[in-house]
């Protein structure tokens, strides 16, 4: 393939962007290892992962290491022209992503700082090559069949919704997709979820219920009211049950309806 993107019509772009890529290459090596080496590196990361977002998050850095791998094999326009304007997204989204999350750093670790550091220069590096590049024609242009191009546009744009869900709304758009994913998370994960920043998208009452449940090591569906109600989780109906954490944002919600709390301690007495 490299051969063949070696090609007369297709200019060779200047070393310094080599360069570039290679230091961007490295620095998703170590993003790589969440997916590869999640015990070495997940401890080392500027904020703290569950162990699927520790995966989950390694997977989107292996891919965007072959992509740049690419780049740097090659460094002409033919890769440049999709690989440029993709760092340039993900950069800015993660740059934009991470300063609104700023309680969720400690900026005493030279670890984070250095986060910063990394995705600023990645971001205004990209931007400056894609600028540079700008007047560069495509290389022998094709247009996909029309199949193709509706079925990535309808995923392009799915995607696109889903992504824009998550950083604006993501307590509400993450009560969705709670409610059709698993009912049931590790009272580990919930604790664990709850101390690094689920509190903060409940309600205030709940929010305070959950803190205790996770400092005490209690059941989360026995805080809130339902200290008021005789220690019945059942009449608690804001008391968090659930929880999805996602890295940047956690979740804790109860997510079943009362006629869902009834139909499952019907269930209940039924097997006692």
């Known amino acids: 393939m490299v051969e063949r993107l070696a090609g007369a019509s297709n200019p060779a772009l200047t070393p310094y962007l080599r360069l570039f890529s290679a230091v961007v290459v490295l620095v998703l090596l170590v993003g790589a290892g969440l997916f590869f080496a999640p015990g070495l590196i997940q401890p080392r990361w500027p904020w703290s992962l569950t162990p699927f977002n520790t ?41 934009a992503a991470s300063l609104l999350s700023l309680d969720r750093f400690d900026l ?77 998370v590790p009272r580990p994960a919930l604790q664990r979820g709850v101390r690094r920043g689920g509190r903060r998208l409940l309600p205030p009452r709940a929010r305070r219920g959950a803190r205790r449940a996770a400092d005490a090591g209690a059941e989360p569906g026995r805080t809130g009211r339902a200290g008021r109600s005789g220690g019945d989780p ?21 997510v079943r309806g009362p006629r869902a709390r009834r139909r499952g301690d019907r269930t209940r007495g039924g097997q006692a």
């Open 234 to 254: 059942r009449r608690c109906r804001r008391a968090p049950r659930e929880l999805v954490a996602t890295g940047h944002v956690a979740l804790a919600r109860d």
């Open 108 to 184: 005493q670790r030279p670890i984070a700082r250095a986060w910063f550091v990394v995705y600023l220069g990645a971001l205004l590096g990209s931007a400056g090559f894609l600028w540079r590049y700008r007047a560069l024609a495509p290389v022998e242009p094709r247009s996909p069949p029309l199949l193709w191009r509706a079925y990535l546009s309808v995923q392009a744009g799915g995607f696109t919704l889903y992504g824009l869900g998550l950083l604006l709304a993501p307590d509400r758009h993450l009560r969705g997709v709670l409610a059709l994913g698993p009912r049931r």
């Open 55 to 95: 995966r989950f998050l390694g997977a989107f850095y292996t891919a965007e290491l072959v992509m740049m791998g690419l780049l740097l094999a090659v460094n002409r326009w033919a890769p440049a022209r999709v690989v440029l304007p993709m760092a340039f997204l993900f950069t800015a989204l993660v740059t």
